[in-house]
């Protein structure tokens, strides 16, 4: 987008917006998460216009080396054209907001005895206390992604703690992002002759919006998720943005229950034009470099406080991720915590949390047949107060729901916060979006799907939990919701939902809970089936499930707890099998080889990733430290079950 023409307003907002810096932010979580803004009435519908939106144009060709049959070992040399259009990672890991964000949780954070934790009494039932016998699911790829030990074309960068790991495959690539960095690699097939070259990467994930001005450009913000839109063979990109636009104000009050919904103010009028290409500046000097005299100091500005948020979101116009792509940013009134995409026919819905300490959701979904086709999308949100974590259903595979049939989103129960650990019920609400009349626009529910009961693992976020080997340093369990994505699948007339959390289990170590709903002909969420998986003392934790064409269920997570380092395995499920096991015997993905001690955010979550091509393939991404490393690197696998085979 060429923004040369811009007003001085959206100029100067952007001049603040670069200039809000980590205090900036540091301030901002104290007013707005730590000390709750006023309370906001829920079940209102608010409608938003994309304030810009734009084609961009390619983020950089591959480099032809890398075709069927050619030696890839010379990615590293690529041409320099192609290098230069790609924003690098700058050498000091810049000191934003999402930095500021992780000493402040971390330095909050309880600590969590070592002993004995609660169980609820029927909790145990329905533990899975063996390994499976039956042969584990196979591992046909693997390979190191993001992280330390990394290098692609645009070199190496530190990655941040936690890893929010986000993993998408279409027919020829994979793409991830790390927390606020983004790699595309190969994969084998009719593009490629091998798995995991690096094409592109590290680079910022802003990248993907470069020319489009605004805070997408500006801001390279963390928590960014990449999905692939296997209905439309698309890649889509959200970015959050997690601190203030001065010039995006929205000075109405806040929606009140019962009332229509309403278009929010436009921040900056859409400006869509040609975009540049990518730019990677100048390498940056390394960090001992010594100042010559004369040199600025950079000081930090003062806080932004006004203004609103926003929600960057890219769709690419093909099937390949180099783009170019459709390009929006959508306002967002409350803090845009933990965007969640998921893809429906009629929308992307992207949930949102307002903040560590407030127990309020966001829920929204985008037009994405108007983003498809680069046209003026909206945005339609809904406020929903007392809730856990939202996640919405997103669909795998090409079977469709049935026609209008409205999204399920889905949430775990208890309340941290207010230290209400257990539950035993998963709490389902229906969305349905109507784009031609938004008061038709509704969030309905919750209602309670009763579950064996549960109590989060280690008490839920934050806390220490996971013993290491050589450390008192122990890891965050994230056990208090439904982290990871939650899954749709239909085969044939059957609509399965699944969905998995972390418990506290019998053995005292930790179990992933996980369950699969079926939808009945009212189609109302029924359980269907449920499990812990508990083989024995250690800790099994932040899981990311997925359904294959078969109805099989994969499922990977991170596995740990002294003496074993953190590590990622998978475990699996034929369709057939009993209800409530995981018979195939655990797959080692990655062994870990250190203990993680400079921060106890682990992941924070890792993702799975159906493959398009064969719609058998159940890719996943997660953490393990490397021998002698401070920080972590991401192993990326790809699993397939014994009964799901290519062309089947």
Same mark, same amino acid.
């Given at each position: ?11 100067? =907002? ?89 000493? #402040? ?30 042969? =584990? ?144 500046? #100048? ?259 932040? =899981? ?48 870990? #080889? ?55």
């Amino acid at each position: 987008m060429t923004r040369g023409s811009l007003p001085r307003r959206a100029l100067l =907002a952007t001049v603040g917006l670069l200039a809000g810096g980590a205090l900036a932010y540091r301030e901002l979580r104290h007013r707005i998460v730590l000390d709750p803004p006023p309370p906001a009435q829920s079940g209102a519908v608010r409608v938003g216009h994309a304030v810009s939106h734009d084609m961009s144009g390619p983020l950089a060709q591959p480099d032809a080396s890398v075709k069927q049959g050619v030696d890839t070992d010379r990615l590293a040399d690529t041409d320099a054209r192609v290098h230069s259009q790609a924003l690098a990672p700058r050498a000091d890991a810049e000191h934003d907001e999402e930095s500021e964000r992780e000493a #402040e949780l971390s330095s909050h954070a309880p600590a969590t005895s070592a002993g004995r934790r609660r169980v609820p009494a029927r909790s145990a039932g329905i533990e899975q206390t063996a390994q499976g016998s039956a042969p =584990a699911a196979e591992l046909i790829a693997s390979f190191d992604g993001l992280g330390v030990g990394f290098t692609g074309p645009q070199g190496s960068a530190t990655t941040r703690n936690p890893s929010d790991n986000s993993l998408a495959v279409g027919r020829d690539h994979i793409v991830q992002i790390v927390n606020t960095r983004m790699a595309i690699f190969t994969k084998k097939g009719k593009q490629f002759p091998t798995t995991g070259r690096a094409l592109y990467g590290p680079v910022e994930t802003r990248n993907v919006f470069k020319g489009f001005g605004g805070p997408c450009e500006a801001r390279n913000n963390g928590d960014a998720v990449v999905r692939y839109d296997q209905l439309a063979d698309r890649w889509l990109i959200v970015m959050p943005i997690f601190s203030r636009i001065p010039d995006q104000i929205d000075d109405r009050d806040a929606p009140k229950g019962g009332e229509p919904a309403r278009h929010s103010q436009r921040g900056v009028t859409p400006q869509p034009g040609a975009a540049d290409r990518l730019f990677q500046p #100048e390498p940056a000097p390394p960090p001992d470099t010594v100042r010559a005299p004369g040199d600025t100091i950079r000081r930090r500005p003062a806080p932004v406080t006004t203004g609103s948020y926003a929600m960057c979101y890219a769709v690419s116009t093909t099937a390949d991720p180099f783009g170019p792509y459709y390009r929006y940013e959508f306002i967002r009134p409350l803090f845009p915590d933990y965007p969640r995409p998921a893809v429906w026919p009629d929308g992307y819905y992207v949930p949102s949390s307002t903040g560590d300490e407030v127990i309020q959701k966001h829920a929204c979904v985008v037009d994405r047949m108007k983003m498809l086709i680069g046209g003026d999308a909206t945005e339609q949100c809904v406020i929903v107060d007392g809730v856990n974590f939202l996640n919405n259903a997103d669909l795998d595979g090409r079977q469709l729901p049935p026609r209008g049939a409205p999204n399920i989103v889905l949430a775990a129960g208890g309340t941290q916060l207010k230290k209400v650990m257990e539950d035993d019920g998963i709490y389902a609400w229906t969305f349905h979006v109507d784009w031609a009349d938004s008061s038709k626009t509704k969030l309905v529910g919750p209602t309670k799907i009763p579950v064996a009961p549960y109590h989060y693992l280690c008490d839920g976020q934050l806390t220490s939990c996971v013993s290491q080997p050589g450390t008192d340093r122990r890891l965050d369990a994230q056990g208090d919701k439904l982290m990871a994505r939650v899954v749709y699948r239909r085969i044939g007339n059957q609509e399965s939902i699944v969905a998995v959390h972390s418990v506290n289990t019998a053995a005292a170590g930790g179990g992933v809970r996980w369950y699969e709903f079926r939808l009945d002909a009212a189609r109302r969420v029924k359980l269907y089936q449920q499990g812990t998986y508990a083989p024995d003392t250690a800790f099994r934790w932040m =899981a990311s499930p997925a359904m294959d064409n078969k109805g099989n269920i994969g499922i990977g997570y991170s596995f740990g707890g002294t003496p074993e380092f953190a590590g990622q395995r998978f475990a699996a499920r034929m369709a057939g099998d009993a209800k409530g096991r995981l018979p195939l015997h655990e797959t080692v993905l990655v062994e870990g #080889e250190a203990a993680q001690t400079n921060t106890l955010r682990w992941e924070d979550y890792a993702q799975t990733a159906v493959d398009p091509s064969d719609d058998c393939t159940i890719w996943y991404v997660g953490d393990y430290v490397k021998r002698d490393a401070i920080n972590y690197s991401t192993r990326i696998g790809a699993f397939r079950m014994p009964s799901c085979r290519p062309g089947q």
